[in-house]
């Protein structure tokens, strides 16, 4: 089980025996995992084993109770979520979630606000947006909440990478989606590897993390790393063995 990549360039996030708990219940036990830019890592695992629970404590909503978080080097382990915004590191949390009273166009700016993106260069990255995902141009004036499931999830990250992050922390974003829309999430995640985001992606469907999404797959079980390897050594039953075998 190899811990590290070091053919593959220096990480820009690098999580270090990262502990998470809710009291006293640990969810997360000494977590570690390094992020590249242009890299898509797989964290999966069955309900309960700490996924967003570890992701909760990487963008900063749960203390992360010991361990480090380094971003680019830098210490970012106690720093407030907003904070880590701004350095870089987003959160695309699970369940679609948005500002449903709000539209499209208000929700995406709120993630520009959060990003620090200044009010001169708005419109501009508005259109940037809208050219990645036309159909929140088509709606910009609609109620988020007016929106399919599917929409609203292109709203959720594309409001996520209004605050221009570098790394990108996406919770089960195929969720209670219909399969076309479970397509046009996954497409747009390649493509913002592609540009060289890193991004960490909590998910269920492992036939399509292994079928070319991901390039390096983290099983968790019980707070605890049981599997971390290349998607490319993996079988699906590897992987759902690792996953279901402690049931
Ligand atoms: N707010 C909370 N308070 C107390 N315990 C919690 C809380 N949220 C989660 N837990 C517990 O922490 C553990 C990890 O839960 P977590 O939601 O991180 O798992 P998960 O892998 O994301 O599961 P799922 O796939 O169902 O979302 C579970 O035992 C869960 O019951």
Request: proline share 4%.
């Amino acid at each position: 089980m190899p811990d590290s990549y070091p053919d593959r360039g220096a990480p820009l996030l690098d999580v270090t025996d990262v502990r998470v708990a809710y009291g006293d219940l640990v969810a997360v036990w000494e977590v570690s995992l390094q992020l590249r830019p242009g890299g898509i890592t797989a964290l999966v695992g069955r309900n309960g084993a700490g996924k967003t629970t570890l992701i909760n404590g990487l963008c900063g909503l749960l203390p992360v109770r010991s361990g480090t978080v380094l971003l680019d080097g830098r210490d970012i382990t106690a720093l407030p979520p907003w904070a880590r915004v701004s350095r870089g590191l987003t959160v695309v949390q699970e369940g679609k979630r948005v500002f449903r009273e709000l539209t499209v166009r208000d929700n995406l700016v709120l993630g520009l606000r959060g990003g620090g993106v200044k009010r001169g260069e708005r419109e501009s990255e508005l259109e940037r947006l809208y050219a990645r995902f036309p159909i929140l141009g088509d709606r910009q004036r609609q109620r988020a909440a007016d929106l399919s499931g599917g929409q609203q999830q292109m709203l959720a990250i594309a409001t996520a990478l209004a605050t221009r992050p570098r790394v990108l922390l996406v919770d089960e974003p195929s969720s209670g989606l219909a399969p076309v829309f479970v397509d046009l999430v996954f497409e747009a995640l390649a493509a913002l590897r592609d540009e060289g985001l890193a991004i960490l992606l909590v998910e269920q469907l492992v036939d399509e993390v292994l079928g070319g999404i991901a390039e390096d797959v983290i099983v968790l079980d019980r707070g605890r790393v049981v599997v971390r390897d290349r998607a490319s050594n993996l079988s699906v039953e590897d992987v759902a063995t690792s996953i279901y075998s402690s049931l």
